[in-house]
């Protein structure tokens, strides 16, 4: 008996359920797709730094990628990997190799030589496209170098300015082949599609398979109730299309939905308010992070940026103080989603109605079952007093299983198919979903748990505070301490014990306060996916407690 490369571990008997309740749309990504470029062939796809693109022209690109690609020996099945900034050929890329049947494996630029190998080891990869430079990293160049310890990969194809590193492929070149010689693959839906790498706290990144359903159907789902009278949306993504949060681009904005992908190959709050003045997007999909920094930017040019339907904020729990403030500068709903690769997703909708009181974390919103239904499991991180639980997850957009990594199916899977988050919630009386933590992000302070996420919730509110993380830092006496990491409001000066005194004053107990305190000016650091980069604040942690020994000592 052959054993799938990609086991579904959901049993098929749901997946055909949800099938037969319309979940699902029992069509291939690229079949999806095409059909909108049918119906609308002058349609605008994709505004980039170059332009706009029809998706007539971004059809024929992929296409012709697709029959390049074939030639070179690409086949369904294969998993390719892809390692390219925002922009039509990301898209172009996406499209090619949902019409060869082929499973793609994108993962943003920034990403270091040794993480891609790892990805691309692990997968199986039997050929990546990278760009040849990117702000200053030669990506292309970095992968043919370890290419020898990658028996499996086949080609390293380059693409973007510049000469192409000897080794590679060009893309430039596999796009003069004739689109008319190609046929596209119809792959059975149920099948892997897109491999998503999930930026937690493992040793190594987790990749999560996804089945064209799953992705065009329960994460299409998603995105479906965000949009009023079901009109096309207009996208703007200032996260990599390679991240998780970027799955809704290519497969669920302009495949399931035929909408327009507006692209910033890379973030900056100001370069992102002007592309909402000029593109008008009806979407904004982001981290809390970014808006943050996109209000003081707004501020500071004294211009707002209207005509939003949502924004919609991930990544990272969004705080009241963000969510208000965002609202009023954007006049638009601001959409709160918990979601991640391993296949969870809940959002506060576009009616932006919470349950009103004070409770446990942050409020995610109902859970939707034509996305995902929610359970919470007491036996694992249980609060009596609380009644919280490890949150699990299954629904239409469930990944098919993690990829070679059988342990993780073991630790994360249950055997009817859930997803366990390792993440702590309850559901409330009004069957709302609250996140109160991660397991894993426990800081564990002489033998009491302390919750970051709690801290952070709270602290957001403080007046003088724009952005917060807390983290866990290594101690010798009490094991570890707790780290408020700070970002300013602009001429404001947070201290340590205004901090604890804005806690004491919203009665969190006081084993729950930070005794650290690092101010970060700016912004906080982001990782390549565009998420707050909790490893990169305990190396300024651990630089600046060095720094005070050495001038104690001095």
Wanted: glycine share 12%; hydrophobic share 40%; proline share 8%.
């Amino acid at each position: 008996m052959t054993i799938p490369r990609f086991p579904d571990l959901v049993p098929a008997a749901l997946r055909r359920t949800w099938a037969a309740e319309g979940h699902y749309p029992d069509l291939d990504l690229y079949s999806l797709f095409r059909a909108h470029r049918i119906a609308g062939p002058k349609r605008i796809a994709v505004i980039d730094s170059e332009g706009a693109v029809s998706y007539a022209e971004l059809d024929r690109q992929a296409r012709c990628l697709a029959a390049g690609l074939s030639e070179a020996g690409v086949c369904p099945g294969d998993v390719v990997g892809v390692q390219l900034p925002n922009g039509r050929d990301a898209v172009a890329t996406d499209l090619a190799l949902a019409a060869l049947g082929a499973v793609a494996l994108p993962f943003p630029v920034g990403r270091g030589g040794r993480e891609a190998m790892s990805l691309l080891g692990r997968s199986g990869a039997r050929a990546v496209i990278a760009a040849i430079g990117h702000r200053g990293v030669e990506h292309a160049r970095e992968l043919v170098d370890l290419a020898d310890e990658l028996p499996g990969l086949r080609h390293v194809i380059a693409t973007g300015p510049g000469p192409v590193p000897g080794g590679c492929l060009s893309m430039q070149d596999l796009l003069h082949a004739d689109p008319a010689s190609f046929t596209p693959v119809r792959p059975d839906p149920d099948t892997a599609a897109r491999i998503l790498v999930s930026s937690g706290s493992e040793a190594e990144p987790k990749m999560v398979a996804y089945s064209h359903n799953a992705l065009a159907g329960g994460r299409g789902n998603f995105l479906a109730a965000l949009l009023p009278g079901g009109t096309p949306p207009r996208c703007l993504f200032p996260v990599p299309l390679a991240s998780a949060f970027g799955s809704s681009g290519t497969a669920v904005t302009l495949a399931r939905h035929g909408g327009t992908l507006v692209l910033l190959d890379r973030f900056t709050p100001a370069a992102t308010l002007q592309a909402i003045r000029a593109h008008r997007p009806t979407h904004v999909l982001g981290v809390p992070t970014m808006v943050r920094m996109m209000l003081e930017q707004a501020q500071r040019e004294r211009q707002a940026s209207q005509g939003l339907t949502a924004l919609v904020l991930g990544g990272s729990p969004l705080d009241d103080a963000t969510r208000e403030e965002a609202a009023t500068a954007f006049g638009c709903v601001v959409v709160n989603l918990y979601g991640s690769a391993d296949g969870v997703n809940c959002h506060s909708g576009l009616t932006g109605a919470l349950p009103s009181g004070h409770g446990p974390g942050t409020v995610a919103g109902r859970p939707d079952p034509a996305v995902c239904d929610i359970r919470i499991d007491p036996s694992r991180g249980s609060d009596p007093a609380a009644g919280t639980g490890e949150i699990l997850a299954r629904g239409p957009m469930t990944p098919l299983c993690y990829v070679g990594a059988p342990e993780l199916n073991m630790r994360y899977r249950t055997a009817d198919g859930w997803v366990r988050t390792g993440d702590l919630g309850l559901l409330d009386a009004h069957g709302m979903l609250r996140v109160v933590g991660r397991l894993k992000d426990i800081v564990i302070r002489g033998g009491a748990n302390i919750s970051p996420a709690e801290v952070d919730g709270e602290l957001s509110s403080h007046p003088d505070v724009r952005d917060v993380m807390c983290v866990g830092v290594p101690d010798p006496l009490m094991g570890e301490r707790l780290a408020a990491c700070v970002v300013p409001k602009a001429g404001r000066a947070p201290t340590l014990e205004s901090l604890c005194a804005h806690l004491e004053a919203r009665g969190l107990e006081r084993r729950k306060h930070p005794e650290r305190l690092l101010i970060v000016k700016d912004e906080l650091p982001l990782t390549p996916a565009g998420k707050p980069d909790r490893a990169a604040l305990r190396d300024r942690l651990a630089a600046a407690f060095r720094a005070e020994r050495e001038q104690d000592a001095g």
